[in-house]
């Protein structure tokens, strides 16, 4: 009974319901949007940067190095030379390398030239095709290579530069002889090939037309001698330690080297979420802010409307009603309005997720996506409730004090 006449009410004054219901529900949802976005940059920094304990490049910006070799997210800080990666390959504290060769992009996508140690570093397995064995063979991610809608076979030209309108390596097309499967990791988005073809794309071929071979088939001593008579260069070097030692030695020796520095993706991955938390807490703030926008609202409606019905909850104390039933009814009402707005604001926010990911690029990128929930929803839409309850506590409260025959004397709750 009490919940068909908390119903009952609710209907009778559509707008207002529906008023309070969408402030609330905007302030949840926004919430919601944020959780699903912050886990969903948290989960991929984390993921990309699994491994990986430090990152090689040329001096300048750490953070920059680091959204560059790992994310592909910026302009790298330099080239160092070649050499470099055969000299800390031998460092006794260095357990893996991986080289990274950058400069050109297709379709929006970085190509990458390194050695298969990459994408089996992030567990990339081969979906069709195989691995590349000769220059200007390409590997796609399974995203990129679905969004380009490229297949075995398929040839491209690579553009010049990390920015989009750079002028296209005509002379030098690819062929994709591979597509790996999904790994949920930067190895989605990207395009593999080996570093001998980014050399040769940018114009070092060798002399007199030599052809530079690929350098995971050479020996050491030929690689070096390649590496003296040209000018190779690449861009970074990923490291994996070989004990938890060299954390406190091999950054030190790198950073001793001149034109080299050494950073940490831990430490720079924590700057960087710090700096991207308060941009969330920002809008987070703001989001609860009109949760206690929808308190204050729906505490004004719940008022006025116990107001309008004070000869209503007098009848009902005289046919029999308790008092703790009209307290109860009041709360169940604002409770009501209280569920309501905070189921409406986890589906707007789901369906927001949804949105971005199919209309804003960066959003599909980032792997955002409304089909996810988390446990902390639960939390936010606990807090609604509570929201509820506490907007609806003084009207319970003045419910429950009604006095029934001053109220039919003169009309005064």
Do not use: C
């Amino acid at each position: 009974m009490i919940l068909e006449l908390s119903l009952a009410y609710l209907r009778n004054r559509p707008l207002i319901t529906a008023l309070n219901t969408l402030l609330l529900a905007l302030g949840v949802g926004m919430i919601i949007l944020l959780l699903l976005a912050s886990d969903r940059v948290e989960q991929r920094l984390t993921r990309d940067a699994a491994g990986i304990d430090l990152v090689i490049g040329a001096k300048g910006s750490p953070l920059q190095l680091i959204l560059s070799s790992l994310y592909h997210a910026d302009i790298p800080t330099g080239n160092i030379p070649y050499a470099e990666f055969e000299r800390w390959s031998r460092h006794e504290l260095v357990d893996v390398i991986i080289p990274l060769a950058l400069g050109d992009t297709f379709s929006g996508a970085r190509i990458v030239g390194t050695n298969p140690t990459y994408p089996e570093h992030y567990g990339a397995i081969l979906g069709e095709g195989r691995y590349w064995q000769s220059p200007f063979e390409a590997v796609l991610g399974a995203a990129f290579a679905e969004k380009a809608g490229l297949a075995i076979g398929d040839r491209f030209v690579g553009s010049h530069g990390l920015a989009p309108g750079g002028p296209a390596h005509g002379d030098f097309p690819y062929v994709v002889v591979g597509i790996l499967a999904p790994t949920d990791s930067i190895i989605d988005r990207i395009i593999l090939t080996s570093l001998d073809s980014v050399w040769q794309s940018h114009g070092f071929s060798g002399n007199e037309g030599e052809e530079i071979p690929n350098p995971t088939q050479l020996n050491d001593s030929a690689t070096v001698t390649l590496a003296n008579r040209h000018p190779l260069a690449v861009t970074a070097l990923l490291v994996q330690y070989q004990t938890p030692f060299a954390a406190t030695q091999l950054p030190l020796a790198v950073n001793q080297t001149s034109g080299l520095q050494a950073a940490a993706p831990a430490w720079e991955m924590a700057r960087l979420l710090s700096l991207i938390g308060v941009g969330v807490n920002t809008l987070r703030g703001f989001g609860l802010l009109l949760m206690a926008s929808a308190a204050l609202s729906l505490f004004v409606a719940l008022t006025t409307a116990l107001q309008e019905r004070r000869h209503d909850l007098a009848v009902m104390r005289i046919l029999g009603a308790s008092p703790v039933t009209l307290w109860r009814q009041m709360l169940l009402e604002g409770l009501l309005l209280a569920a309501l707005g905070g189921l409406l604001g986890v589906g707007l926010g789901h369906a927001a997720a949804s949105v971005l990911a199919a209309f804003s690029p960066d959003a599909e990128a980032l792997g955002l996506s409304g089909l996810t929930a988390h446990i902390e929803e639960l939390y936010v839409f606990g807090m609604a409730l509570a929201i509820g309850l506490l907007a609806a506590a003084v009207p319970a409260i003045q419910a429950y004090r009604t006095d029934i025959a001053n109220v039919l004397a003169t009309g005064r709750a």
